[in-house]
């Protein structure tokens, strides 16, 4: 559950900062990544993998079998994120908006909220208006710290979408979104949404989305709600 402010300082050039708390119902899972239970066949080569903590980027904890159903909650790991639009939407060119952003480790290591390490990330956003339809994308990198408890590695990350502006407070887009391996040994995720955002008052509005996964490494199913308020 995230509480994210976001300041304009001009047109052009916004910040963000994103405070979590995360709860997870299993100690077999950190940062959002399964680790396993020691002693047992995961039936699975890529979790194998991944839970053996293949690569450069360290060995990673499995959870005991003993501790794996205990639940975890806390303060997670907090973003935060920069984004500039370089250049303005013409008739032919569409907006370019390159974002930067840092993950600090506020998340307790030892609670397996997070893994106790900064990562940095950027990614280049575009969007098109087609009178209203419109067209966004956004395609970055993601430069991951070393961690003891998950074979972790860079990866790339993207979305492509298109939407209709049905009216002022109405706005449905559909989506695919997903990321190259995140951890050694891992498959790459790749999940399609419905997202609606909808303004019911001049300042407040929710954005809502369901998701489906269509990797194995992606969640089979999603959902996610945010309500927010423009000052």
């Known amino acids: 559950m995230p509480f994210t402010a976001a300041v304009y300082p001009t047109d052009r050039l916004d910040f ?9 119902s299993s100690s077999a899972v950190v940062a ?8 047992q066949s995961m039936g699975s080569q890529s979790v194998l993998a991944a ?6 980027s360290g060995s990673m904890t499995s ?15 907090m973003k935060l994120k920069a984004g500039y639009v370089l250049y303005t939407e013409e008739k032919y060119v569409p907006a370019i908006r390159p974002n930067f952003y840092v993950k600090i480790p506020t998340a307790d290591k030892s609670k397996f909220l997070g893994t106790g390490e ?31 408890v998950l074979a972790v590695r860079n990866y790339l990350n993207y979305y492509v979408g298109a939407g209709y502006q049905f009216t002022e407070r109405l706005r449905p887009m559909v989506l695919l979104k997903g990321t190259t391996p995140t951890v050694n040994g891992a498959s790459s995720q790749l999940e399609a949404r419905l997202r609606v955002k909808y ?33």
């Open 63 to 77: 959870a005991s079998a003993g501790s794996v159903n205990n639940s975890h909650s806390g303060l997670g790991d």
């Open 51 to 56: 839970t053996n903590g293949m690569g450069s």
């Open 199 to 231: 303004q019911f008052a001049k300042h407040t509005g929710i954005d809502g989305y369901l998701a489906k996964g269509i990797t194995t490494a992606s969640p089979d199913y999603g959902m996610g709600l945010a309500v927010f308020y423009e000052f």
């Open 16 to 24: 963000s900062l994103e405070i979590p708390f995360v709860y997870q």
């Open 118 to 148: 900064f990562d940095e990330g950027f990614a280049v956003e575009l969007t098109k208006w087609f009178g209203s339809w419109f067209a966004d994308g956004e395609a970055g990198y993601v430069i991951q710290g070393k961690s003891s």
């Open 32 to 39: 959002g990544q399964y680790m396993g239970m020691q002693g």
